[in-house]
């Protein structure tokens, strides 16, 4: 129970690595808000009782935020662990093939979404004394992915808000951290829609040291930690969870567009 009497907001939590987090936190005793734009976080919240609301939110768009954060506050009185987990990727292309529409849907959600979150997350947190914000960020972000430059633009500027806003609040009892997913298997991956883990022989991706996929359980259990008191005197810091991608890095090969 290591997440006992603690309120946490996640966004994303329909499906995926956010559906995983919000079961891996109930499991540990938190109290939940879920949020997600595509409806699903219904379904999730009527799984796991009544220690979760569910949220509809665009966390592109502040209002949106900002009620989500004002739920946790209303329903259970405060705000102690915010996970900014939404995000998509966009669509694989060369830099020069890409579009300034494309730019501005990417940049949104995963950049702007995660700017919204930290900062109405931030002055929740600021009136009850301190808590731990967690951002889902991308192994794109720390060493590149060949294929995901607006992706990976939006992803580093998530990583470099992480370290900045550790030093701003670090003062505050506010602890802020990231988890950077490598390859995950998740409905974003195409066959994962029909398989929930990776089948016998499911392909492998170049690069990947442990010459495996990534399961949501796996992030669940890196924010989790982060999250917990487990992490008290860790601030500012990039996990990657991706199986030694980004030590190993040697660039993902043309093979792999589209995944």
């Known amino acids: 129970m290591r997440l ?3 309120v946490a907001v996640i966004t994303g939590a329909g499906s995926g690595m956010g559906r995983a987090m919000a079961e891996a936190f109930a ?3 938190a109290r939940l808000v ?3 734009i595509s409806g699903a976080q219904n379904e999730v919240a009527a799984a796991l009782g009544d220690a979760a609301v569910a949220v509809h939110a665009n966390v592109a768009e502040e209002a949106d935020v900002r009620n989500m954060i004002a739920t946790a506050e209303e329903k259970f009185g405060r705000l102690d662990i915010l996970c900014n987990n939404a995000g998509f990727g966009g ?3 060369p830099l020069h093939e890409q579009t300034t529409e494309a730019w501005d849907r990417v940049h949104a959600v995963n950049l702007r979404g995660v700017f919204f979150g930290m900062k109405h997350g931030v002055i929740s947190m600021l009136k009850t004394g301190g808590g731990a914000i967690v951002n889902t960020t991308s192994a794109s972000g720390v060493v590149g992915w060949k294929h995901h430059s607006i992706y990976g633009a939006a992803k580093a500027g998530v990583n470099q808000m992480t370290r900045t806003a550790a030093l701003d609040y670090a003062g505050n009892n506010i602890r802020v951290n990231a988890v ?3 390859t995950i ?3 974003l991956v195409p066959a994962s829609k029909k398989f929930p883990t ?4 499911a392909p492998t991706l170049a690069g990947i040291p442990m010459n495996r996929w990534g399961l949501a359980s796996e992030i669940a259990s890196a924010a989790l930690f ?3 008191d487990d992490a008290s005197y860790i601030t500012g810091v990039i996990l990657p969870v991706d199986g030694g991608y980004c030590i190993g890095f040697s660039g993902m090969g043309a093979e792999n567009k589209g995944l």
């Open 4 to 6: 006992k009497n603690k």
């Open 91 to 93: 669509g694989m292309a």
């Open 226 to 228: 982060l999250a917990s």
């Open 27 to 29: 499991a540990e005793g």
């Open 198 to 201: 990776p089948p016998p022989g």
């Open 180 to 182: 950077a997913p490598g």
């Open 34 to 36: 879920l949020a997600d």
């Open 185 to 187: 298997w998740t409905g």
